[in-house]
């Protein structure tokens, strides 16, 4: 079992950055492929980015250039840093695992992984 803890949300302007982290417990966490997710009010939850073993990160297009998906498997933390934050960043952004290695269509799917935090909400005000 691990269990998934998210902090690092918060109210930011416009143009601001803001740094997610997800604290994993479990032994094996450099193992995991993790994931970044995000759910706005009336919306799906949607993809934000990955990172799987050997290094490999993948992104959404809308973060692209803005985002970046790191970890540090000693601590067993895994980082999203957002710059350039827009109104429509606005969501409850989701740490997620999963033990099985992904490729980037698996990797964009919240049936995906088996693991997932309880959220962190990031407001981005105009």
């Known amino acids: 079992q691990v269990q998934l803890v998210e902090s690092g949300g918060g109210l930011v302007q416009a143009g601001g950055s803001l740094r997610l982290s997800c604290a994993a417990s479990?032994?094996?966490?450099?193992?995991?492929?993790m994931g970044w997710f995000r759910q706005a009010p009336g919306k799906e939850r949607e993809f934000v980015a990955a990172?799987?073993?050997?290094?490999?990160?993948y992104y959404a297009d809308s973060g692209k250039g803005r985002f970046t998906i790191s970890r540090d498997n000693a601590k067993n933390t895994v980082y999203l840093q957002m710059k350039s934050l827009k109104p429509e960043d606005t969501a409850v952004y989701y740490c997620?695992?999963?033990?099985?290695?992904?490729?980037?269509?698996?990797?964009?799917?919240?049936?995906?992984?088996?693991?997932w935090g309880q959220g962190t909400q990031v407001t981005v005000s105009s």
């Open positions: 479990g032994r094996t966490f450099s193992r995991y492929a």
């Open positions: 990172s799987w073993s050997g290094g490999i990160t």
């Open positions: 997620a695992a999963t033990p099985i290695p992904l490729d980037a269509v698996a990797a964009t799917n919240p049936d995906s992984y088996d693991y």
